[in-house]
């Protein structure tokens, strides 16, 4: 794993007064670039060359300059991580980045400086570390299945590096784990048992709140150790299940799919955003203490409300999330912070000029 001081000492000869934001122009990158443009930062946008118009096409969300490259997996070539460098540029690693790139490339190949701690990756790439890092905060998980045989309940069960939820089943006793898993076996999906993790699964409403952490900023909620923690929208994913209602009065084996598809707005009754707070603040304190600085910037919880339970977190994504996407002008909670419409990409943008005015780079960067 590249140092973090390594990294720093090549932020060290950057020109602060000429940093520019780059990201691969996917998921979030039009939002990164639109809240740039908001902070009067310029961007670079690494681009397919065939999706360069469509990009192009966007007059307020255009990055000031493109890198072109045929396969997103390039910007690990040396000349394109040099010249990443010699322009002074903080990548901004957005959920396609990861997942393009690969979270071991980043953290052993790549050089250029990114905006956040990037030890995150190593801790919420992996389900059961990511467990760990969730029960030291103590917040409430659904409870894990180490064998199936153990299954006494409803469990859902995901297969390792699915995307967005795709091949993942419900089964509530071992002999219907062993069905749904056999199948999936003679599809050639999955080979062994230790490509499936098993989890309590739980019924309720899912919220996903959006979270910004300032390393820059005091302190602002009993929960933390330190920083500033702002809730700056909350989204649904829409997910092919949601719609199983069409199915009826026969549910369609077809809509049994967790993939994302899209996002939709949503707010928490105000009772529940004091709940969402002391939760995420829990968390940013344990990340903390396992993986100094913690969390930096953006940073997702995946919940599920139950009347009874209260929420219970299945999931974190410690980097700016699709959902955030909705709230290109701010959100129903941003505006109870900033006197202007606030994205998570712009704010961002925001910290990075708040981090050159104080000296302080270094600190919200890895
Ligand atoms: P991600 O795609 O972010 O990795 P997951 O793979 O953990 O998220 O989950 C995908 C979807 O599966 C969730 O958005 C949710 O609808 C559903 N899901 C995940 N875990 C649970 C659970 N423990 N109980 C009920 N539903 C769940």
Not at 226 to 238: C, F, N, S, T
Request: hydrophobic letters at 40%; one cysteine or more.
């Amino acid at each position: 794993m590249i140092p973090r001081s390594q990294i720093l000492d090549i932020l060290r000869h950057y020109n602060e007064s000429d940093i520019k934001i780059g990201t691969i122009c996917s998921h979030t990158a039009l939002q990164i670039f639109h809240g740039a443009r908001r902070e009067g930062i310029p961007s670079v946008g690494i681009i397919l060359p065939e999706n360069k118009p469509y990009y192009e096409s966007f007059n307020k969300a255009l990055p000031e300059t493109f890198i072109e490259v045929e396969n997103y997996k390039e910007i690990l070539n040396e000349n394109i991580q040099k010249k990443l460098i010699s322009e002074n540029v903080l990548i901004i690693p957005h959920g396609s980045f990861v997942e393009y790139v690969g979270a071991e490339n980043i953290l052993e190949k790549f050089r250029v400086p990114m905006f956040g701690n990037r030890l995150t990756l190593f801790w919420e790439g992996d389900r059961r570390r990511q467990r760990r890092w969730l029960d030291e905060a103590g917040v409430s998980a659904p409870k894990i299945y180490e064998r199936p045989e153990d299954i006494d309940k409803l469990v859902i069960v995901k297969l390792h590096g699915a995307k967005g939820g795709k091949g993942y089943f419900k089964a509530s006793n071992p002999r219907e784990f062993y069905e749904k898993f056999d199948q999936l076996r003679i599809n050639n999906v999955i080979s062994e048992i230790n490509e499936v993790f098993i989890e309590e699964y739980i019924a309720g409403v899912r919220y996903y709140p959006h979270f910004f952490l300032s390393l820059l900023e005091k302190k602002n909620i009993p929960d933390l150790e330190e920083g500033r923690l702002e809730l700056l929208g909350i989204d649904r994913r829409l997910e092919v299940i949601d719609e199983v209602y069409r199915g009826l009065p026969m549910i369609i084996e077809e809509y049994i799919d967790y993939t994302v598809t899209g996002n939709t707005p949503a707010v928490v009754r105000e009772k529940y955003i004091l709940e969402l707070l002391k939760i995420a603040g829990r968390i940013a304190s344990s990340a903390r203490k396992l993986f100094y600085p913690g969390l930096i910037g953006p940073f997702c919880l995946e919940t599920i409300y139950n009347p009874k339970r209260g929420f219970t977190v299945f999931e974190v994504s410690a980097r700016i999330v699709a959902g955030t996407n909705l709230y290109p002008d701010g959100s129903p909670y941003s505006t109870f912070y900033f006197d202007e419409p606030m994205s998570m990409g712009r704010r961002i943008a925001r910290e990075i000029k708040n981090a050159v005015k104080l000296n302080s780079l270094s600190k919200i960067v890895y």
